[in-house]
């Protein structure tokens, strides 16, 4: 299993879209056996489900996420946890024990152009 995490500083980032970097585990009999820092290259939103099938992802723990992404992400075969904050590496450490607090209703809506932005208090903005 490889788990990629959105990334910043050793934190979830908290806008699936806009980041920069994934933090991807690679995971063998719930354990995690290696990780590395990938940068998107520019890729945003819809982009970055294909980026991660490349990699070879299948999971994808992250803050706010907009429905496009969700679509996306879904459509490659691609599970994913919205609304997660704090640290990456415990993230993950949790979703391996079951235990890892996330929101299946995380959204980040803000592609309507006006000052209404809405990401379940998931975003950075």
């Known amino acids: 299993m490889k788990i990629a995490v959105t990334y910043e500083n050793e934190m979830v980032f908290q806008h699936f879209g806009h980041t920069e970097k994934f933090k991807i585990y690679e995971v063998e009999n719930d ?3 290696s990780m590395k ?4 290259n ?3 939103h819809g982009a970055l489900a294909t980026f991660l099938k490349e ?3 299948d999971t994808v723990i992250c803050g706010g996420i907009g429905g496009g992404a969700q ?3 879904s459509e490659a075969g691609i599970k994913w946890y919205g609304g997660v904050k704090g640290d990456c590496n415990k993230a993950v450490i949790s979703l391996l024990v079951g235990k890892l607090e996330y929101n299946p209703e995380a959204k980040c809506d803000h592609h309507d152009h006006d000052d209404h ?6 975003c950075n903005h």
């Open 55 to 57: 990699n070879g992802v």
């Open 37 to 40: 820092i990938v940068d998107t």
């Open 117 to 122: 932005h809405d990401c379940g208090g998931n």
């Open 71 to 73: 679509n996306a992400l």
């Open 31 to 33: 354990d995690i056996v």
């Open 42 to 44: 520019g890729k945003g």
